[in-house]
């Protein structure tokens, strides 16, 4: 991912293996295989493409609290009493919220990506004017 959003060339090499002896220390199973390789997939699409999974997030819990306001809604002018199913307006406030926090937490790691591409620009211009000679 890293090299794709750099635009850099990616070139497939063939590697020779040696054949197995022992079973693999690495990982006690296929599914701990997977759910690592998940993770470190996970964090590296966050750590690269912020806005898309925080802004799916946002937008998602935003569309889903507003589900029980129209419940409410539908109630309040149905049976004409304000006090019954006061859930659905908490439920709403708090998916509300949380969509709230999906967009911070969105822009924050926008800009923490922005500045660690800034970082790894700077230090590859200080390696090739230090070691370019």
């Given at each position: 991912m890293q090299a794709g959003s750099?635009?850099?060339?990616?070139?497939s090499v063939p590697?020779?293996?040696?054949?197995?002896?022992?079973?693999?220390?690495l990982f006690k199973s296929s599914w701990e295989h997977i759910y690592k390789s998940g993770t470190a997939i996970t964090r590296a699409?966050?750590?690269?493409r912020p806005y898309i999974v925080f802004n799916t997030l946002g937008i998602t819990l935003v569309v889903l609290g507003m589900i029980?306001?129209?419940?409410?809604?539908?109630?309040?002018l149905v049976d004409k009493t304000p006090g019954d199913h006061l859930q659905s307006l908490i439920a709403g406030s708090v998916l509300l919220?949380?969509?709230?926090?999906?967009?911070?937490?969105?822009?924050?790691?926008?800009?923490?990506?922005?500045?660690?591409?800034?970082n790894e620009e700077m230090l590859e211009q200080v390696k090739?004017?230090?070691?370019?000679?």
């Amino acid at each position: 991912m890293q090299a794709g959003s750099k635009r850099l060339a990616i070139a497939s090499v063939p590697i020779a293996t040696n054949a197995k002896t022992r079973e693999s220390r690495l990982f006690k199973s296929s599914w701990e295989h997977i759910y690592k390789s998940g993770t470190a997939i996970t964090r590296a699409f966050i750590m690269y493409r912020p806005y898309i999974v925080f802004n799916t997030l946002g937008i998602t819990l935003v569309v889903l609290g507003m589900i029980p306001f129209a419940r409410y809604l539908y109630f309040f002018l149905v049976d004409k009493t304000p006090g019954d199913h006061l859930q659905s307006l908490i439920a709403g406030s708090v998916l509300l919220v949380a969509s709230f926090i999906s967009f911070t937490l969105g822009i924050i790691a926008d800009l923490t990506r922005i500045n660690r591409a800034l970082n790894e620009e700077m230090l590859e211009q200080v390696k090739r004017a230090r070691f370019d000679k």
